[in-house]
């Protein structure tokens, strides 16, 4: 079966710091990957998604980038985090094409920048 | 613009009772309308996905309807549970759409008390 992990699922940083949040996709091969964020108050917004490795591409202008250096691993990061990056980060796997694909969820990490 | 518009915003009911969540929706061309429980502090998790044809599509006592005429969604729950206190978000697909075509809805709290 599929698994996703996300790390860490806490995290508090000061602004101007920089950020690293992985996640990693078990039981699946050559899987879409996405990051989004939840704002308190707001539906989530899709931050960043992948179709292979070194693929990338960003949906939303800001101060985050994201990698993905192995076939199931994709890394979001900041050089300089501001108080707006807060919010709850997840990343999900697409399983399947066509109309009715199932896209999974990770935990979540819980960012706050203060 | 894509829009997808949830009410009530947030709901409390007594264990056992029934509710009926809204979803709204201005996406088009529609592709599929999705329903996601997601429980605090954890990553959604898929209920039903239905397709423009569908109108209705259970999951134990969760059912949701979809009017792909009037663009209206409701997902009702039978017999309330404890466990069923979460955020409920409606997501609709894009049909053709790049990246992962989704756009979300706000979510609705709901709060089942004993």
Known sequence: SQTIHQW????VQPVGSPLSLECTVEGTSNPNLYWYRQAAGRGLQLLFYSVGIG????????NLSASRPQDR????SSKKLLLSDS???LCAWRRGAGVSYEQYFGPGTRLTVT | KN????SPQSLIIL?????????N?????FSNLRWYKQDTGRGPVSLTIMTFSENTKSNGRYTATLDADTKQSSLHITASQLSDSASYICVVSLSGGGADGLTFGKGTHLIIQP
């Open chain 1, 8 to 11: 860490p699922a806490t995290l």
């Open chain 1, 55 to 62: 693929q990338i591409s960003s949906e939303v202008p800001q």
């Open chain 1, 73 to 76: 691993q994709f890394i979001l």
């Open chain 1, 87 to 89: 919010g709850f980060y």
């Open chain 2, 3 to 6: 829009q997808v518009e949830q």
């Open chain 2, 15 to 23: 264990e056992g009772k029934n509710c009926t969540l809204q979803c």
């Open chain 2, 25 to 29: 929706y201005t996406v088009s061309p």
